[in-house]
């Protein structure tokens, strides 16, 4: 079982600035990709950013040049630094990551709890 505790969501004015973090924890061997979506109301879920273990990263349109993701990989978490934020950010953020587990080296698909974003004057 592999467990995700996010944090770092609220309310922020526009133009303001959030950080979200992501830890995993539980039976983990590796982890490859790390990544962050977002839902908002009536809307389907939709990449925001990802990273590789090798630390590659790729954003959406929407988000590049104002978000940053990032990984300690020692502490198996994942960030999200968000800058310049707009109206249009306002959404629930979902953490994603992507690994193998010890047992047979299965892979795991990991989805965390959500944390709500709203970007409101």
């Known amino acids: 079982q592999v467990q995700l505790v996010e944090s770092g969501g609220g309310l922020v004015q526009p133009g303001g600035s959030l950080r979200l973090s992501c830890a995993a924890s539980?039976?983990?061997?590796?982890?490859?990709?790390m990544g962050w979506y977002r839902q908002a109301p009536g809307k389907p879920r939709e990449l925001v950013a990802v990273?590789?273990?090798?630390?590659?990263?790729d954003y959406a349109g929407s988000v590049k040049g104002r978000f940053t993701i990032s990984r300690d990989n020692h502490k198996d978490t994942v960030y999200l630094q968000m800058n310049s934020l707009k109206p249009e950010d306002t959404a629930v953020y979902y953490c994603?990551?992507?690994?193998?587990?010890?047992?047979?080296?299965?892979?795991?698909?990991?989805w965390g709890q959500g944390t709500q974003v709203t970007v409101s004057s």
């Open positions: 990273i590789t273990s090798g630390g590659s990263t």
């Open positions: 994603n990551v992507k690994g193998r587990i010890p047992a047979g080296w299965s892979t795991f698909d990991a």
């Open positions: 539980g039976s983990i061997y590796s982890i490859n990709t």
